[in-house]
């Protein structure tokens, strides 16, 4: 009686299991065509030997992104004119924080997250309020439980102003353009502003101001020029990138210090700049820049990151953590994504098999709204093989991907 009972309950199951739809999923379900359309690369648009192919489809759901980071939780980071946006590799948004002319996001090993934006203070208690640069440090902010930590306040977060007056509209003309974290939770945060008197007291305001991970201001970039335009120059600085970033690996991430810097000089004919560090037995610890980027070997490359006048308004840079290396650079001046070897080669290897011996070139862009073409884009991440680019002008992230790797 109990196996014909059993034989009875099983009957429909096998006739249910027969369909295909059970087995396999209905193409009308709303989770199996997400799957589907999510990641989805046009045949049409892969490049005949190597380059980059976009990811389809583009995340439109934002006004104005101009940064974007992808954090060590492999969040996705999104500053845009409603603040900081969180979402997931889908490009769900999972919420909306409200900071107040939020710019600039980063996040370091702890999952601290830092957002540069701008505070109304009171600074000399007259009940007029000053509107200065700020760097929120947020915890919580990919589950949901957001927390400010600290607020680091232009210019009383530089020890260098302890004993000099508050500027007044000078103060307020200070941005915090670009923020970086190091293996060690060290927090570096660039500055641009009108007043670079070398011969003062306090630091300049072109700077890279460094924080260790409980918000003190333990140093500073010492011995890069403000005012002119070199190899180790810090004039007009506009985005900055070190070389610790995401994902952990068990190989772990680089402990450098030294960092990448873009500079929205005009008159500058290096703008984008490699920042060495060394240490001297006398001077201490010395920032200078990457002399070996200026040899350019015409047989590996057509093109080089050093080439004078190579950008015309960088706004962001990026370097690849992985066994790539790569450099990317946004420039709002060109429309353009650009992308570099660590030698400072335009391009990337040449497939197996190909005759070509030099890079290839992969950087592409050009005003305009198309799968290849960009409007102002002012932000560049990377994560897991994937380039994603704030797309300011055209209110968008894009993706792409390396046509080798493709699955």
Known sequence: ?????????????????????????????????????????DPELVQDEVGYVPVLPYWTDFVNPRDIYCGYDEMIYVIDDEGLKVLDQTG????????????????DRRLHTYVAGRVDIDVDGDGNFENLAAVYHLTGTSFGAVSIVDTLIHPFCDVSRNITAFRGAEDEEVQFTGLTTLADNTLYVSRSGPNNDLGGIARPDNAVLF??????????????????????????????????????????ISASAEF??????????YKVLWITQTVDPEAGIVYGENAALTVFDYTK?????????????????YVAADFTGYIFVTDAGTDSLYQFTRKGYEGVNPPAGSPNTKQVI????GVGSGPFNLIDPSGVAYLRKVVYVADKGNNRICRYKLSTDLE
């Open 260 to 269: 990448f810097v873009c500079l929205d000089q005009p008159d500058a004919p």
């Open 362 to 365: 992969a950087s592409f862009g």
């Open 1 to 41: 009686m109990k196996r014909r009972l059993l034989y009875i309950c099983c009957v429909p199951m096998l006739m249910a299991m027969s369909s295909c739809d059970f087995l396999f999923g209905s193409r009308e379900d709303a989770v199996v065509d997400e799957i589907f359309d999510e990641g989805a690369i």
């Open 211 to 252: 924080y260790d991970a409980d918000g003190n201001n333990i140093a500073y970039a010492n011995g890069l020029s403000p005012v002119t335009g070199n190899l180790k120059s810090l004039w007009d600085i506009s985005g900055i990138s070190s070389f610790a970033a995401p994902p952990q690996t068990l190989s772990g």
């Open 301 to 317: 490359a057509d093109r080089f990151l050093y080439e004078p006048n190579r950008f015309i308004q960088p706004t962001d840079v």
């Open 92 to 107: 769900t948004v999972y919420q909306i924080i409200a900071i107040p002319g939020a710019t600039e996001v980063t996040q």
